[in-house]
């Protein structure tokens, strides 16, 4: 009986016959100096702490950079414990993540781990967490629509297939609540939630309530709140992204929901900073600016499936035009603005529908629809520059025949706008209400769009009419 031994002889030829360690130098803040061992950026390593006192197990770390000969080095959880001249043992190898259909109705850490008190589902395979994104040539075109289940977007601003879209708002102006709306209604056959430093409360708030057995069925949540190391909640943003990509190269539609890409932000200026990075823009590292294509290009479509990408930013102050989000801003395919006066006003989905841009409607749309989703914008558009004179009472009626229109159709268009949790949905009652708000529409290039698409249903809600102006 023969023996195949060219796997193992190349395996041999590919191994290192002796292992190098280091020794603990310095640590100071957040890093970790180490005299040696050899291994490279973002290789993991060991550090044996407690010595021949007690047992404890090593912390895991990883490299970050290199200063004046010595290896810079970030625990991977708590630096308790670590002292001079302990062991740094170098593994050979970067972060990866054990994926499969195992993972679904999972909630694990930044690190790929379950947090939710079961037992480690059996892997298909593992996958590095740091990735390159598709080939700019390989990616097909996008042009079909992906339904999240929240009237303004699909009827104002669509999100196709493969599309990234960002979510600007301040804080809690109902941020959360709409990432679970999509999470229960999208079309998508597999959603992955990244929290990247949320507030400890408020992930078995968001996974219970916004989330709901329904939603999470279907989903893979990956947890880093605030309280744990930089590099942690850095790590927690590309695992989840190696899980979409793993659904997707399954030929699924994966809705990647990332909550927040500025405290991605923030973990990313902390390494930097610590590593002795100049400080750039409002404090923030060259290396933040640097990460953020890097990790946003990995969302998109490719020939077996696609990542559509939802990425909140917590704007500072509600300044839409911050570095990060001005950064975001021009890396994605469209921005959804959530506005504080809106949800002062319970208006929700707090969504300012003219600050918000999907780059993709006019190939996500049929002619007919975006038509009338031009006009729905034009009569807001209306309504919000005379809005002053309209409430002190200054607006003569007549004065502009596109205003007298947007008066009469406001309450309609506000019952449009608004949506609960619980209201049921679909795809062609947002497409009848437009026109139905639209009304009759010529089209330049053709013959009149109909008001109404299909007359066998009520487009608006029960209790709300037109009233003509």
């Known amino acids: 009986m023969s023996v195949d031994l060219a796997p193992y002889r190349e395996r041999l030829r590919d191994c290192d016959p002796y292992r190098m360690n280091g020794r603990v130098a310095e640590l100071i803040g957040l890093v970790v100096e180490a005299r040696g061992p050899e291994a490279s950026v973002g290789e993991r390593c060991e550090i044996q702490v407690g010595g021949r006192r007690w047992k404890v197990p090593p912390v895991d770390a990883e490299v970050v950079g290199f200063r004046h000969g010595r290896t810079l080095l970030m625990p991977l959880g708590e630096a308790r414990g670590i002292g001079p001249g302990q062991v740094v043992t170098a593994s050979g190898a970067t972060l990866r993540v054990e994926v499969g259909d195992g993972l679904l109705g999972r909630v694990l850490d930044g690190l790929g781990r ?280 200054a607006y003569v009626p007549g004065s502009d025949p596109v205003v007298d229109e947007a008066r009469a159709k406001m309450a309609a268009l506000t019952a449009f706008l608004q949506q609960t949790v619980e209201e049921p949905y679909r795809l062609e009652d947002t497409f009848g209400a437009l026109g139905l708000l639209a009304g009759p529409i010529e089209d330049p290039a053709g013959p009149p769009a109909p008001a109404v698409g299909d007359e066998a249903f009520d487009p608006l809600p029960p209790g709300t009419e037109i009233v003509p102006g």
Do not use: W
């Open 114 to 393: 379950p947090i939710d008190g079961r037992p480690a589902p059996p892997p298909e395979s593992r996958r590095p967490v740091e990735a390159a994104a598709p080939d700019p040539l390989g990616r097909p075109p996008i042009r079909t629509a992906l339904s999240l289940g929240v009237r303004a977007i699909d009827g104002l601003m669509p999100c196709g297939k493969g599309q990234r879209m960002g979510i600007f708002a301040g804080s809690g102006v109902g941020k959360s609540t709409l990432m679970g709306m999509m999470a229960r209604r999208t079309e998508a056959d597999v959603n992955v939630i990244a929290l990247v430093g949320e507030r400890g409360r408020e992930v078995r708030e968001f996974i219970e309530h916004d989330l709901g057995p329904e939603g999470l069925a279907r989903s893979v949540v990956v947890v880093a709140t605030s309280d744990q190391p930089a590099l942690v909640r850095i790590k927690a943003a590309f695992t989840a992204t190696a899980i979409a990509e793993h659904f997707r190269d399954r030929g699924n539609d994966v809705l990647l929901l990332m909550d927040s890409v500025t405290r991605l932000a923030y973990a990313q200026r902390e390494v930097g900073l610590a590593i002795g990075e100049p400080p750039a823009t409002r404090g923030y590292t060259p290396s933040v600016f640097a990460m953020l294509p890097r990790l946003l290009e990995r969302a998109g479509t490719t020939e077996r499936g696609t990542i559509t990408g939802l990425y909140t930013v917590l704007v500072e102050g509600d300044d839409m035009n911050e570095p990060v989000a001005d950064a975001v801003r021009g890396i994605l395919d469209g921005h959804i603005v959530l506005s504080r006066e809106l949800a002062h006003r319970f208006h929700y989905p707090a969504i300012d529908v003219l600050a918000s841009v999907s780059r993709l409607a006019p190939q996500l749309l049929p002619r007919d629809v975006l038509l009338r989703t031009g006009r729905v914008r034009e009569l807001l558009a209306a309504y919000r520059r005379a809005e002053d004179l309209i409430s002190i009472g």
